[in-house]
T-cell receptor
Framework: QQPVQSPQAVILREGEDAVINCSSS?????VHWYRQKHGEAPVFLMI?????EQKGHEKISASFNEKKQQSSLYLTASQLSYSGTYFC????????????FGKGTLLTVNP | ETGVTQSPTHLIKTRGQQVTLRCSSQ?????VSWYQQALGQGPQFIFQ???????GRGNFPPRFSGLQFPNYSSELNVNALELDDSALYLC??????????????FGAGSRLTVL
């Protein structure tokens, strides 16, 4: 089952904050966040691992609640460049590592 | 460091034909995964190749097959194309063998249209 993302879409003005949520019906080994702009490759933003380890970029933060099987991505003081579709992917763990992605959240930042 | 490159970027085929998509992985990576992304959807895992062997497969029929070469580049082959195969095909490379979870580096994809 794929994770469920909310909201499906959000429109911001430059400088505003946003939170994107990702919920799973199965135990999470890891959560990955990617951003994809139209016609471009998905770009890695953040990994959150079971046990609390995080790897990612400085200007983006995220949380991972293992008990609730949820993750949230926090975008603060949004910039025009933040526009795009954000995907969360749940990691399967193990040697044949794969990601199951949600349907995405379309973020639009206007001037 | 070079990123992931895919070719061709766009192609049009007719139902029943066969297609081969190619991917060069990022320098230093040894694993390649292929994803299918339908319009308005998230990427869906097709399969992964590591050490030139298939190392995990998603819910795709056997007419989807692949190869990985000694230089870690990869091909995705789809036989007997169907209309529903129209999608963006993304290749992602990663390094298997380090500590922690793998970070995927995606290519920009190959847009396949089946008429």
């Amino acid at each position: 089952q794929q994770p469920v993302q909310s909201p499906q879409a959000v429109i911001l003005r430059e400088g505003e904050d946003a939170v994107i949520n990702c919920s799973s019906s199965k135990a999470l080994y890891s959560v990955h966040w990617y951003r994809q702009k139209h016609g471009e490759a998905p770009v890695f933003l953040m990994i959150l691992l079971k046990g609390g380890e995080q790897k990612g970029h400085e200007k983006i933060s995220a949380s991972f609640n293992e008990k609730k099987q949820q993750s949230s991505l926090y975008l603060t003081a949004s910039q025009l460049s933040y526009s795009g579709t954000y995907f969360c992917g749940q990691g399967s763990g193990g040697s044949n590592y794969k990601l199951t992605f949600g349907k995405g959240t379309l973020l639009t930042v206007n001037p | 460091e070079t990123g992931v490159t895919q070719s061709p970027t766009h192609l049009i085929k007719t139902r029943g034909q066969q297609v081969t998509l190619r991917c060069s992985s990022q320098s230093g990576h040894n694993t390649v995964s292929w994803y299918q992304q339908a319009l308005g959807q998230g990427p869906q895992f097709i399969f992964q190749y590591y050490r030139e062997e298939e190392n995990g497969r998603g819910n795709f029929p056997p007419r989807f097959s692949g190869l990985q070469f000694p230089n870690y580049s990869s091909e995705l082959n789809v036989n007997a194309l169907e209309l529903d195969d129209s999608a963006l095909y993304l290749c992602a490379s990663s390094f298997t063998g380090g500590a922690g979870a793998n970070v995927l580096t995606f290519g920009a994809g190959s847009r396949l249209t089946v008429l």
